[in-house]
């Protein structure tokens, strides 16, 4: 009798890990059922498919070709984050506009964190009350309609100083790429800081460099337990120092309007720039906005809005060239809407209806930011049958879309 309770305590554990594990299988399977396992290549141990990104300079090409092999909503594990790959327009749809609430913050970045002012800009703000208030000024106030035509009269002139230079290397060869990225950077300074700015030209240098600095691969950035290795590689002192001298310019600049608003020499609403603007708003107290808020902001501004029209100019000259017959088309075009003023103004850039086809094609077939800024989940969601647990990174390929559009 000794014996018997011990093998009856026995019978017992093992029915009930029995019905345990049954009834887990059970729940599986029915989870199956309704959810479908996400597709993506095979994963190498530790690494994932960073090796996949890795072979090719070119990520947004090589997630591409990844793409038609394992559909337009496919896993890659890049190290330690899961990460979801979206590459056509309808599941770009589903994560921006459908579920852009669950999708709305961006990942965790420690170069951003560093750069943006603890994630205080508009880019890498987290959703709430902060975040949608950035948006409200930006829509209504920093690139509202009348707020961009107020800036007119700069991208004119810069226009016809790239023009002149041009014209006066008679007829030699030019190389276009020089002097379109120091024309936009140069509007865009004017438009945020003023015409009369004795930091721009540092300014635009140091921006050029930072950003050259942040597209540098962080190891925490696929590896977040490993976050100690960019500061033994020395990666992220020089991004903090970078960023330091980045930083002591814009304050430099905020500080000199301020004390021109002082002295009332920015009453005129129609001749503020951008910082004239954020310091009107940050006076009027509606939003609380401090020194490092608009700097993040401003840093955003100018970053986004040099580079990328630079990129947009550069593509659609290099298709024009390669295309002679579209480009004897839109100078003719121009030559007739711009006849007999002498040189180009923003007058008549409505009725150049064929170059805004080709500006459309352009952006089309090379989108100026191929891969969009990653995205995280906030909480687990169902997209199109497949189950995204929160936490997931999140990234958009406008390339991959283009191919599909």
Not at 336 to 350: C, P, R
Request: proline content about 4%; glycine content about 6%.
């Amino acid at each position: 009798m000794e014996f018997q309770i011990p093998l009856f305590q026995l019978l017992i554990s093992f029915l009930l890990f029995l019905f345990m594990v049954i009834t887990s299988v059970r729940k599986s399977k029915a989870k199956n059922l309704t959810q479908k396992l996400i597709p993506g290549p095979w994963k190498l141990p530790l690494i994932g498919n960073l090796h996949q990104l890795a072979a090719s300079g070119l990520p947004h090409r090589t997630l591409r070709d990844l793409a038609t092999k394992h559909g337009d909503f496919m896993h890659l594990q890049l190290g330690q984050v899961s990460t979801v790959v979206a590459s056509s327009p309808e599941m770009a749809k589903e994560i921006m506009k459908t579920h852009d609430i669950v999708f709305a913050n961006r990942p965790f970045l420690v170069v951003a964190k560093m750069t943006t002012y603890e994630c205080t800009d508009i880019v890498f703000a987290p959703y709430g009350t902060y975040w949608r208030n950035l948006r409200k000024i930006c829509t209504s106030e920093l690139l509202s309609a009348a707020r961009v035509a107020s800036f007119r009269s700069i991208r004119e002139e810069e226009v016809l100083n790239l023009v002149e230079t041009i014209k006066s290397n008679g007829g030699l060869a030019v190389n276009l790429t020089e002097k379109v990225y120091p024309m936009s950077y140069t509007i865009t300074a004017r438009a945020t800081f003023g015409k009369k700015c004795k930091d721009q030209e540092a300014f635009i240098s140091v921006v050029a460099e930072e950003s050259k600095v942040n597209s540098g691969f962080f190891v925490s950035e696929f590896f977040p337990s490993l976050k100690f290795l960019d500061v033994v590689s020395g990666l992220k002192h020089r991004v903090e120092k970078i960023h330091g001298e980045t930083d002591r310019i814009v304050g430099n600049i905020v500080n000199d309007h301020k004390e021109s608003r002082a002295k009332g020499r920015s009453e005129d609403e129609d001749q503020e720039d951008l910082v004239d603007v954020l310091l009107r708003l940050q006076e009027d107290g509606e939003f609380p906005l401090t020194d490092n808020n608009i700097k993040a902001v401003l840093f955003d501004v100018f970053s986004a809005g040099s580079e990328t029209s630079a990129t947009a100019v550069e593509w659609a000259m290099s298709d024009m060239i390669k295309n002679p017959r579209v480009m004897t088309k839109a100078q003719a075009e121009a030559r007739q809407v711009f006849e007999g003023k002498g040189n180009v103004d923003e007058t008549g850039v409505h009725q150049l209806k064929y170059l805004k086809c080709v500006i459309k094609e352009t952006l089309r077939l090379h989108p100026v930011v191929p891969l969009l800024i990653p995205r995280e989940s906030s909480k687990n969601c169902v997209v199109n049958g497949f189950e995204i647990p929160a936490k997931t990174r999140v990234i958009v390929n406008a390339m991959g879309n283009r191919e599909r559009s």
